[in-house]
């Protein structure tokens, strides 16, 4: 079964550029949630998706949007890109009805550099 | 609004040392609240969770219990080895959302 899968890797993007990043949530999970983590920092909620719609937000400016397709999988959409954008970009899988000590699984991130 | 406050790193222990990572927490209602581990490059892992007061979480050697008159969360291993070295994250979910909260996160180098 595999877990929260992430692409790609790594991404060099200059500023005022747009980028996309993806998401597979783990088997069964119907929830994805997007992270930022800036270098030395706990991460930070972007936004949730369930049912293809955005659930929950975070404090993030509209720059950031998202998606998610019927298969639960998601993408996060970012543009115009800043020099503050850099950060490592996590995504988390749930089950919207899970009860409340079950936790999120998170993938292994993409490190966003913007030059 | 929730958040947590960790004790400010790096920490740095010898192999067999005991280990505390203080977490407090500020939420409403009752939340479940969690530590999570970041080895270096990778993704963060699940630790030990705890959802209810007086809970006690254990995981690897680590345990921690949910004290909710004093809301805090602490971190504790009897015997630390090289390989625990990582990031520390504490971190909560309301019982209303999903979302997680963290905390800044500290660093532990273990030394031989």
């Known amino acids: 079964d595999a877990g929260v899968t992430q692409s790609p890797t790594h991404l060099i993007k200059t500023r005022g550029q747009q980028v996309t990043l993806r998401c597979s949530p783990k088997?069964?999970?119907?929830?994805v949630s997007w992270y930022q983590q800036a270098l030395g920092q706990g991460p930070q909620f972007i936004f949730q998706y369930y049912e293809e719609e955005e659930r929950q937000r975070g404090n993030f400016p509209d720059r950031f949007s998202g998606h998610q397709f019927p298969n639960y999988s998601s993408e996060l959409n970012v543009n115009a890109l800043l020099l503050g954008d850099s950060a490592l970009y996590l995504c988390?899988?749930?089950?919207?009805?899970?009860?409340?000590?079950?936790?999120?699984?998170f993938g292994p991130g993409t490190r966003l550099t913007v030059l | 609004g929730n958040s947590v406050t960790q004790m400010e790193g790096p920490v740095t222990l010898s192999e067999e040392a005991f280990l505390t990572i203080n977490c407090t927490y500020t939420a409403t209602g009752y939340p479940s609240l969690f530590w999570y581990v970041q080895y270096p490059g990778e993704g963060l892992q699940l630790l030990l969770k705890?959802?209810?007061?007086?809970d006690k979480g254990s995981n690897k050697g680590f345990e921690a219990t949910y004290r909710k008159e004093t809301t805090s969360f602490h971190l504790e291993k009897g015997s630390v080895q090289v390989s625990d070295s990582a990031v520390y994250f504490c971190?909560?979910?309301?019982?209303?959302?999903?979302?997680?909260?963290f905390g800044p996160g500290t660093r532990l180098s273990v030394l031989p």
């Open positions: 088997s069964g999970h119907d929830t």
């Open positions: 971190a909560l979910k309301s019982d209303y959302g999903q979302n997680f909260v």
């Open positions: 988390a899988s749930s089950f919207l009805r899970a009860q409340a000590g079950d936790t999120q699984y």
């Open positions: 705890a959802t209810k007061a007086d």
